[in-house]
Nanobody, 128 residues
């Protein structure tokens, strides 16, 4: 499985960006997907996830109401729509994939250890 993230860049506070992540490999339709981010000097932080089955979503409190995660199984892609951006959203954003694991595919996982494959990251910089 390979993941390729794109769409990062610079935005002003209050602006919007849309990240995309294209995946290759089998069983995408039932794989869990997530976005994490890592700011300089900080650990990798959960942002949002969508379950492999049922399309259930989860968001961190810091982005809830501003970010939206969505998957397109026909395109083997996952997106992160980011609105009302803040300077504290500045980070490298990573997409991640969790291989199907039976009944657990219904749950949108939030831990980085829950994911098996990672994209290369895309930089998002928000200026005040």
């Amino acid at each position: 499985v390979q993941l390729q993230a794109s769409g990062g860049g610079m935005a002003q506070a209050g602006g919007s960006l849309r990240l995309s992540c294209a995946a290759s490999g089998r069983a995408f339709n039932t794989s869990g997907l997530a976005w994490f981010r890592q700011a300089p000097g900080k650990g990798r932080q959960f942002v949002a996830s969508v379950s492999g089955v049922g399309g259930r979503t989860s968001y961190s409190n810091s982005v809830k109401g501003r970010f939206t995660v969505a998957r397109d199984n026909a395109k083997n892609a996952v997106y992160l729509q980011m609105k009302s951006l803040k300077p504290e959203d500045t980070a490298v954003y990573y997409c991640a994939l969790r291989s199907p694991k039976g009944d657990s595919s219904h749950h949108p996982y939030e831990g980085y250890r829950d994911y098996d494959y990672w994209g290369q990251g895309t930089q998002v910089t928000v200026s005040s």
